[in-house]
């Protein structure tokens, strides 16, 4: 068996060179999240699209749709769907259909909550609104199971656009 060489300095600087450059550039992001308020009886399935931008560990331009459900109750259950962007460090959220605006995101929250029959939690509400805001971060900002104290974390995923 023959021993392996040591690589010189030139095909190191080579490698380390080529391991810098596949690590620069901004990254396109799909997250997707499903939460559950069990006191309320809702459920808040998000998916997120954004970028990071090359340096930065979470996202400053991302949009989302939040589709809130009551879980308990007929098949036929109301639903409500949110729409939410992350701009410049500043979150929008607004009725899907029309377009996001900056404001009170925990009103027009409470408005789909209701809308989607989902019973009056204001502390799972807070921490959905948490969990919107985290996904339209990116990866890095999602809440995962064990960083909720209210919201049942059902599934999430990540991946590239």
Do not use: H, N
Request: hydrophobic residues 45%; contains cysteine; glycine residues 12%.
């Amino acid at each position: 068996m023959r021993a392996a060489r040591p690589l010189g300095p030139r095909a190191l600087a080579l490698a380390a060179g080529a391991l810098v450059g596949a690590c620069r550039g901004d990254r396109s992001f799909r997250t997707t999240a499903i939460y559950e308020a069990p006191r309320a009886g809702c459920s808040a399935g998000i998916e997120a699209r954004g970028v990071v931008r090359d340096g930065a560990d979470v996202s400053d331009r991302s949009s989302a749709r939040v589709a809130l459900r009551a879980t308990a109750g007929s098949a036929a259950r109301p639903s409500a769907t949110l729409v939410a962007s992350l701009e410049d460090g500043r979150v929008r959220m607004g009725v899907a259909g029309v377009e996001a605006t900056p404001g009170e995101s925990l009103e027009i929250l409470a408005g789909a909550w209701s809308r989607a029959g989902c019973a009056a939690a204001p502390d799972e509400m807070v921490e959905m609104r948490a969990a919107i805001e985290g996904t339209l971060l990116g990866p890095k900002g999602m809440l995962m199971s064990g960083q909720t104290r209210f919201l049942k974390v059902v599934s999430t995923t990540t991946g590239a656009q």
